[in-house]
Structure formats: C-alpha cells, structure tokens
C-alpha cells in the first residue's frame, strides 16, 4: 500500500462527508467499523450512515491540515486536524477536530476500520 493512495482515499472520504454521499461513504466504511465520537460515545457505520440519511448532519465547511499518514503492511494510520462548520441535529457544528483513522486493504477495497475524534477548539 502506498502513501498516495491513502491521499486519495482520504480527499475521496472527505469529500463524502462533505457531501453528505452515503453511497460513497458506504464503500470506504467497514461493515464492523468502530469509531469513538468527542463525547466519548462509540459508534457503527449504521449509525453514521443513518446521521447523513436522516440530514441530521450538515457540513458548509471541511477544511484538512497537518495530515499524518504511517503505512504498515496493508493497513495505514491517519491523524488529520479538521475544521468543520455545518450543523448537527439542528445544532450548530463549528470548531477544530483531530481525528485518527485507520484504513485496512481487503482485496480491491481500501476501507476505514477504526477512527476516534477528539475536539481541539
């Protein structure tokens, strides 16, 4: 696996979420995929996918820096710092997020398996 494809994979994920595309976010999300939210709740891709279905959740701006990426075998560790401005269940969404991501190779799919958020400002 190399670093360029996870760039890739990562503009393509963002841009989804952006775009609130549950098809695209669909594909890139493992079935068993676990992520732990800022207020310490973990969630499935069930309940992600259902949040961008229901539009409960409203991205305006999805801004990406200081991205880390370290590769390891067929799975690659992501850190990237987020600005992100929208709303989330009629509530406004505005503030600085790192978050970690963890994409594993499966065949021909690059898909995130793990990830975590936490809030910086």
């Known amino acids: 696996m190399e670093i360029n494809t996870i ?11 952006k775009n609130a595309d549950v098809l695209a976010l669909e594909k890139f999300l493992h079935d068993d995929l676990l992520f732990n939210l800022p207020d310490g ?22 801004e990406a820096s200081d991205q880390i990426i370290s590769v390891i075998d067929d799975t690659a560790v992501v850190g990237v710092t ?3 401005r929208g709303e989330y269940n009629n509530e406004p969404l505005d503030g600085i997020f790192r978050y970690s991501r963890v994409w ?3 065949d021909e799919n690059l898909r995130v398996i793990a990830g975590s958020c936490v809030q910086l400002k």
């Open 7 to 17: 760039v890739n994979a990562e503009i393509e994920l963002l841009t989804a979420i």
């Open 41 to 62: 709740q973990t969630i499935t891709k069930e309940f992600d996918l259902d949040q961008y279905r229901s539009g409960k959740i409203k991205i305006e701006v999805l």
């Open 82 to 84: 987020i600005l992100l």
């Open 104 to 106: 594993k190779q499966f």
